[in-house]
């Protein structure tokens, strides 16, 4: 019953940042006790988790991450957003925006992922 569709440029130049929208539907981000998250997967390598923000709108981002990115939310909207900033061409990946019970694990419900490249 819960959608996830995620938008925003899919070209973005090296020391810019990476702007992605989340919007769900079917499901309330304001429900307990659902994390909201954010995963990117590089080409030809895994998934990497980058971070969520919850019910109450706590964030929490992966140490290796936390410098540069930022995650919040717009409940009117029933969105959820992802800056990553100062980015290099090693953070092309598709990311996916999630729906998960715990902050890091069990993802039930995925959207479909959007590529973004970084290059000049």
């Known amino acids: 019953q819960v959608q996830l569709q995620e938008s925003g440029p899919g070209l973005v130049k090296p020391s810019q940042t990476i702007s992605l929208t989340c919007t769900v539907s079917?499901?309330?981000?304001?429900?307990?006790?659902?994390?909201w998250s954010w995963i990117r997967q590089p080409p030809g390598k895994g998934l990497e988790w980058i971070g969520y923000?919850?019910?109450?709108?706590?964030?929490y981002v992966s140490p290796s991450l936390e410098s540069r990115t930022s995650i919040s939310r717009d409940t009117s909207k029933n969105q959820f957003t992802l800056q990553l900033t100062s980015v290099i061409p090693e953070d092309t990946a598709v990311f996916y925006c999630?729906?998960?019970?715990?902050?890091?694990?069990?993802?039930?419900?995925w959207g479909k992922g959007t590529l973004v490249t970084v290059s000049s």
């Open positions: 079917g499901g309330s981000i304001t429900t307990d006790y659902y994390y």
């Open positions: 923000i919850n019910y109450v709108g706590v964030t």
């Open positions: 999630a729906r998960a019970t715990t902050g890091t694990s069990g993802m039930d419900y």
